[in-house]
């Protein structure tokens, strides 16, 4: 098992004594010096392949990919409404509200700001107040909003930020920065 | 702050590509990892371990491929898969071969850069059995890049 001294050589794990059986055997046994370059050059190749991956940004804002809760009382709502049960106290306007809402998360990061809003076509651009994440510097908020375009704003003490991992920003008819969501 | 952004710069490449070797789709590998990060960012920040991040990962995988499983046809993997790059194919085929306690530590120790030391503090695994496994993976993975393609 003194092929385990190259893997632990590639790790800068090697105590004193080990590096000194290391290198006696790198001198005297030439199937541990064969070993020992093949371990390297796969580890050098192996490295090579996982840089090649593109590592996503962190881009905390996002639609929940799990959408249970909503899925399961759309669905409900729609049998009900098959077995044409007439006494059941929903409005029709409920039943696609139900169907075309989104739980969506806003998060982004302001370490100076000491309160940060949100508004939005969703809102009826009313500001609403994002909740501080710890003490991390990221504000967050989930709300429920209707399946399509969506335009808002996030204000960092009153003043616009742009969301940076917002699809599109665009500029509104009184010059103000409005960023661009499809849910 | 700079705390958990130092913690994501560390860990981002050996656990995207381990949520790579899991999923096989780098959607799917995607939002599980913004997923993790957030509930490390929530609940986890004066607490930032490696150990905690696979676990949530995994985790998440295994709800999130429960609750899948009905919707996954076999045609569409096969599909996802050919049309992936080949350098990524190859890095996660290889990542694929591994036991999972394997894959772990080998990505925090030889991607991440964590010591021995460092790895048994957030598994709980001693550092003889780390250096073990660490061996094994090591072996693995040499062997099937020198063994060739069949």
């Known amino acids: 098992m003194k092929e385990i001294l190259i893997s632990q050589f590639i790790d800068d794990e090697l105590s004193l004594p080990e590096k000194k059986d290391f290198v006696i055997n790198v001198k005297n046994d030439d199937e541990f010096y064969d070993e020992a370059i093949k371990f390297i050059e796969s580890e050098i190749k192996f490295i090579e392949k996982i840089k090649k991956n593109n590592i996503p940004d962190l881009k905390l804002k996002r639609a929940f990919y799990f959408n249970y809760k909503i899925a399961v009382a759309a669905l409900l709502l729609i049998a009900l409404s098959f077995f044409g049960i007439s006494k059941v106290a929903f409005s029709p306007q409920q039943i696609t509200a139900a169907k075309n809402l989104k739980e969506y998360r806003f998060v982004i990061f302001n370490d100076n700001a000491n309160k940060v809003e949100i508004s939005g076509t969703f809102t009826n651009w009313q500001k609403i107040p994002m909740k501080k994440i710890n003490n991390s510097g990221y504000w967050e908020l989930t709300l429920s909003i209707p399946e399509g375009e969506h335009k808002y704003s996030i204000f960092a003490d009153d003043n616009v930020l742009a969301d940076p991992t917002a699809a599109f920003i665009e500029k509104d008819d009184f010059g103000n920065i409005n960023s661009v969501l499809e849910v | ?150």
Do not use: C, W
């Open chain 2, 1 to 150: 702050m700079n705390h958990f952004h130092n913690f994501f710069e560390k860990t981002k490449r050996g656990f995207y590509n381990y949520l790579l070797s899991l999923t096989r789709d780098s959607d799917f590998a995607d939002d599980i990892f913004q997923e993790t990060y957030y509930k490390i960012l929530k609940n986890y920040t004066e607490n930032l371990s490696p150990g905690i991040l696979y676990k949530i990962g995994k985790n998440l995988f295994i709800d999130a491929y429960n609750k899948n499983k009905k919707h996954l046809a076999i045609e569409d993997i096969n599909l996802n898969y050919n049309n992936e790059d080949d350098a990524r194919l190859e890095a996660e085929a290889l990542l694929r071969m591994l036991e999972d306690d394997e894959k772990q530590v080998f990505l925090m120790s030889a991607v991440d850069g964590l010591k021995y030391e460092e790895i048994s503090k957030v598994t709980g695994m001693s550092v003889a059995n780390i250096k073990v496994k660490i061996f094994r993976a090591r072996k693995k993975i040499q062997q099937k890049i020198n063994g060739g393609q069949r």
